[in-house]
């Protein structure tokens, strides 16, 4: 075979190469786009799900209490535990929930950006949201006398909804003093206006 030859016979190669890397960036840039309209389209009520979730502790609390929240979202997906658990456990991926709000919690993830949140809480309840750099830039005994009613800190996802609204899946991590703290999927649907944890799989627990 002359080099002629040899040349042209890799030209149907090429094609097929150059063929499907165009079509693995298109999937990656209409991943990026639906991730980024599902975080557009869930953006508004993260606060009511947010408040429906921690008014739940602020309730339970016989003290005042702070809620501290991570301003940049939690990516489950760089967890190796959080990505087999939520693809293997049937329960963890909340069946008697709808598929539309099962994708959504998937899309909201893919690229997780910051929290953009308001919170209603109970008058006795504060909270405030932390940057990653802010945290690590204080030692744990800042933090307590900065935070002194804290329930520890909390690293949240967005979330995913159904198509009116009404139901979504929330990731959340808390990390309390030492080494404690837990990962947990929570089910929750809006009953009479307000949002309720009404499912929940624990991930892990130190």
Not at 74 to 85: D, I, L
Not at 113 to 119: C, D, G, H, R
Request: charged share 20%; net charge positive; aromatic share 14%.
């Amino acid at each position: 075979m002359n080099t002629q030859t040899q040349r042209f016979s890799h030209i149907p190669y090429g094609r097929f190469i150059i063929r499907v890397a165009l079509v693995a960036l298109a999937l990656l840039v209409s991943i990026i786009a639906l991730s980024m309209f599902d975080q557009w389209r869930t953006d508004a009520e993260m606060g009511p799900v947010l408040s429906g979730f921690f008014s739940n502790y602020a309730l339970s609390a016989d003290r005042k209490t702070q809620i501290i929240l991570l301003r940049e979202a939690q990516n489950g997906w760089k967890t190796n535990e959080f990505r087999r658990s939520f693809l293997l456990d049937r329960r963890l991926s909340f069946p008697q929930a709808s598929s539309f709000t099962r994708s959504s919690f998937l899309l909201s993830n893919v690229f997780p950006t910051n929290v953009k949140a308001e919170l209603v809480l109970p008058n006795r309840a504060q909270f405030s949201f932390l940057s990653r750099r802010e945290l690590e830039g204080l030692t744990e005994s800042d933090f307590q006398k900065r935070f002194p009613d804290n329930w520890g800190y909390f690293v949240i996802s967005h979330v995913g909804l159904n198509s009116n609204k009404t139901e979504a899946i929330l990731y959340l991590d808390r990390f309390g003093g030492g080494l404690s703290g837990g990962g947990s999927c929570f089910l929750m649907r809006k009953v009479d206006g307000s949002w309720r944890v009404v499912d929940q799989h624990v991930i892990w627990t130190a």
